[in-house]
Nanobody, 114 residues
Framework: QVQLVESGGGLVQPGGSLNLSCAASGSIASMYSMGWFRENADKQRELVAGITGGGNTNYDDSVKGRFTISRDNTKNTVFLQMNRLKPEDTGVYYC????????WGQGTQVTVSS
């Protein structure tokens, strides 16, 4: 089974930027879709951004215009460029792959605070 490893989280001031990366141990080209989820206060994971195998993207309304998801199948990596970060973007971000079932990474912490 493909394993996912996230990186790029950290502490950033409001208005700043971060670029998250998700490296897969195997090919992501065959994955139906890839996505980034954020854990809410109830420990539920909510979709932040998703990208299909064909490159179609979708975003939560709260991040539209600020976040961009992309994938590089040659490097088996998915990215989440996060700009104009807000304190409410704070949370643990999980990378996911879906091939009929969800595969999850271990998560990376993003903290937006002054």
């Amino acid at each position: 089974q493909v394993q996912l490893v996230e990186s790029g989280g950290g502490l950033v001031q409001p208005g700043g930027s971060l670029n998250l990366s998700c490296a897969a141990s195997g090919s992501i080209a065959s994955m139906y879709s890839m996505g980034w989820f954020r854990e809410n206060a109830d420990k539920q994971r909510e979709l932040v951004a998703g990208i299909t195998g064909g490159g179609n993207t979708n975003y939560d309304d709260s991040v539209k215009g600020r976040f961009t998801i992309s994938r590089d199948n040659t490097k088996n990596t998915v990215f989440l460029q996060m700009n104009r970060l807000k304190p409410e973007d704070t949370g643990v971000y999980y990378c996911s792959a879906f091939d009929g079932q969800y595969i999850w990474g271990q998560g990376t912490q993003v903290t937006v605070s002054s």
